[in-house]
Structures are given as structure tokens and as C-alpha cells.
């Protein structure tokens, strides 16, 4: 049974940006601490890597000294997570493409353009490629495989954030195109423009779903299973600040889709 809440207790990821981290400057983060302020509670954090185990090690376990549950929240889970409860989706977004503009793809705007390059154009190309991500399907789909760069989607290293991709290897020249969730690239977008070091522009290109490879994704937050009213409460945050979450992922450079 659900006792009274003492914090709003959060399971996260310290080093996800935009999503989270533990300097508290992900988008999770300020949604958090936005839903912790409605309630009149502190917040706490769980600090464990985004990969396999999270929900096993943060929203499920006991491992603590009084014998509770560590964190009870997590702020984003592709709806209808088999792991735990979720609410109703608070925003769709989609994988994409990105390359850096000036570097002889600015006429590639979208994924039909860099499909159908000339045969010595796409010789040419360097395609970093995470395994097990619906962007393998779709080069694998096209013919392209003999370009792809592979990268881990599951890097060995917990220090390890998704943006790594885009600001040393993209803004590098060690690949010229690469694929990875719209949220990551919208933010690292706006932040590679905005180093005086680098100044470059990133072009980010929503990649449309196909038959037997979905690129776009609906996103929910998640209780434990069998805490109905306490997802309730979530639901609600969620509707009444949903405006104000729709500022901050855009403010984070989010590709919103529409539902």
C-alpha cells in the first residue's frame, strides 16, 4: 500500500544529456523539480546508467536501509513500457539524420535524398551507425551498410553521454552522417552553434517510418506496476503542466511531432 510521500524521488541517469544528468541541466531535470514544487516536496535522485537493469536497480529495488523502494519515478520510458506502469504519452518524437552543413550534403534534406546519391557520392560516405537502432535497419534497407561507422548503442563507460557522437566524431570529420534519437540531436545541435570553438550548424532531418522500421516514438513516464494511484498523480502533473513541458523539451531543441 502507498504511504505518504516524504520527496519526490527520481530514477536517472547522471550522465544523459538532454535528458538528465547529475549537475540537474537535463529536461528531466527541470520537469522534476517543476512536478516536486506542485507537490511541496524535495526531490531525491537514483543515480544509475540508462541501459540494461535500470528498472532493476533503481525503480525496483530495496536496496536501501529502511528496506523501500530507492526512487519512485522515471521521467521517460517509450510508452507502454513492459517494465512498469506508464502514463499517457507527454510527447512523440523521432529518430533523425545529421550531418554538419558546408561539407557536401546540404542538398541531402531527406532520407529519400541520401538513398538515392549517385553511386561515387555514396562511396564517399561515412555513416556512424549504432547497432540494434532502427537507422541499422533502414541502411542495411538502402544498401549502405558498406559506409557505416559502427558505434555501441550501449557504450562500456557510464561517463559516456549520447551527444559524443555529434560533438567529437560528426563535428570531427570522422563520420559525415550519422542517425540517432530527435532529442539528442536537437540538443547538441544548438549547442555545437553555440561554441565559439566549433560554430558549426547541424542540419537534423526527421527520418519518416517505414514498413518494419519505425523511427518515431511516443514517450511516457513510468511508476511501479500496481501503484494506480500514485500514476494517477503523475497523470495529473502531467496534464496540468503540459504547456510548460512543451516549453522546456522546445527550449532543449526537442523535434516535437504532433500526435
Not at 76 to 93: C, G, H, I, Q, W
Not at 111 to 121: I, K, S, T, V
Request: with cysteine; proline share 7%.
Amino acid at each position: 500500500m502507498e504511504g505518504p510521500r516524504t520527496a519526490l524521488k527520481v530514477c536517472a541517469d547522471p550522465h544523459d544529456l538532454p535528458s538528465s544528468d547529475e549537475g540537474l541541466q537535463g529536461y528531466e531535470n527541470k520537469i522534476a523539480q517543476m512536478f516536486a514544487d506542485d507537490l511541496k516536496l524535495p526531490i531525491e535522485y537514483t543515480w544509475f546508467p540508462q541501459r540494461m537493469g535500470f528498472i532493476r536497480n533503481t525503480l525496483r529495488s530495496t536496496e536501501t536501509a529502511g528496506g523501500g523502494f530507492k526512487c519512485d519515478i522515471v521521467m521517460s520510458v517509450p510508452a507502454n513500457f513492459e517494465l512498469a506502469a506508464t502514463t499517457k504519452p507527454y510527447y512523440r518524437s523521432s529518430w533523425v539524420m545529421v550531418y554538419v552543413k558546408g561539407r557536401g550534403l546540404d542538398d541531402v534534406r531527406s532520407a529519400q535524398a541520401l538513398a538515392g546519391l549517385l553511386p561515387e557520392r555514396k562511396k564517399a560516405l561515412r555513416i556512424g551507425l549504432f547497432d540494434r537502432s532502427p537507422a541499422a535497419l533502414w541502411v542495411a534497407h538502402h544498401g549502405l551498410m558498406e559506409q557505416a561507422v559502427p558505434y555501441p548503442i550501449m557504450s562500456g563507460d557510464p561517463r559516456a553521454y549520447p551527444g559524443e557522437i555529434i560533438e567529437k566524431d560528426l563535428v570531427g570529420d570522422t563520420i559525415n552522417v550519422t542517425f540517432v534519437w530527435g532529442p539528442i540531436a536537437g540538443y547538441y545541435a544548438k549547442r555545437v552553434k553555440g561554441h565559439e570553438a566549433k560554430g558549426h550548424e547541424l542540419a537534423v532531418i526527421p527520418m519518416p517510418s517505414e514498413p518494419g522500421i519505425r523511427f518515431d516514438f511516443a514517450i511516457a513516464m513510468a511508476v511501479r506496476h500496481g501503484e494506480k494511484a500514485w500514476k494517477d498523480q503523475v497523470q495529473g502533473l502531467i496534464d496540468k503542466h503540459r504547456a510548460d513541458i512543451r516549453a522546456i523539451l522546445l527550449d532543449y531543441g526537442v523535434p516535437l511531432l504532433e500526435d
